[in-house]
T-cell receptor
């Protein structure tokens, strides 16, 4: 079965500092990996996804993630945090057929001015 | 396009009552799904549909029924609500069932409180 683990349910960074949100996956087949963002009282929005090809994936709002098969990781980064980045972030993996998503438990990002 | 819409936004039920959460999309998407979001649990898939007339169970289907009579609508039914079903429910849709290639679009959610 597919699963993802997000380390750290809450992360705080200063405005302008590096953002690093961790995600490790468990998959018996090559995974498809995703990061979603949820702003307060809203639905989820896709930030980026890895399917095949380049292991460094760039997404919206300056975020990027690197697929590392040897470490079974797909960490999300942003060089410089902005106040508007404060939100909940979810890592997800899909099954081999792409019909079902398995979400992590989420990481709440706080940006300190 | 309105995207994915959900009604109601908030609902309070008593244990044992039934209700239907509505979900509609106007993007002609084949794939639709329902998730529940609980604190510390992330989102968990309840049911999904790969097209009109076709539905399947996700991770946590017990206590919920779905049907897909049209491409646009995917209602979620609680036949006998229980306090354990207190949650935030999200509907999502995608152009094709292959979520690896297509983007899922999420609705704004329905907050359900079962007393």
């Amino acid at each position: 079965a597919q699963s993802v683990t997000q380390l750290g349910s809450h992360v705080s960074v200063s405005e302008g500092a590096l953002v690093l949100l961790r995600c490790n996956y468990s998959s018996s087949v090559p995974p498809y990996l995703f990061w979603y963002v949820q702003y307060p009282n809203q639905g989820l929005q896709l930030l980026l996804k890895y399917t095949t090809g380049a292991t460094l994936v760039k997404g919206i709002n300056g975020f990027e993630a690197e697929f590392k098969k040897s470490e079974t990781s797909f960490h999300l980064t942003k060089p410089s945090a902005h106040m508007s980045d404060a939100a909940e972030y979810f890592c997800a993996v899909s099954d081999w057929a792409g019909n079902q998503f398995y979400f992590g438990t989420g990481t709440s990002l706080t940006v300190i001015p | 396009n309105a995207g994915v819409t959900q009604t109601p936004k908030f609902q309070v039920l008593k244990t044992g009552q039934s209700m239907t959460l509505q979900c509609a999309q106007d993007m002609n998407h084949e794939y639709m799904s329902w998730y529940r979001q609980d604190p510390g649990m992330g989102l968990r898939l309840i049911h999904y549909s790969v097209g009109a007339g076709i539905t399947d169970q996700g991770e946590v289907p017990n206590g919920y029924n779905v049907s897909r009579s049209t491409t646009e609508d995917f209602p979620l039914r609680l036949l006998s609500a229980a306090p354990s079903q207190t949650s935030v429910y999200f509907c999502a849709s995608s152009y094709s069932p292959s979520l690896n290639q297509e983007t899922q679009y999420f609705g704004p959610g329905t907050r359900l409180l079962v007393l």
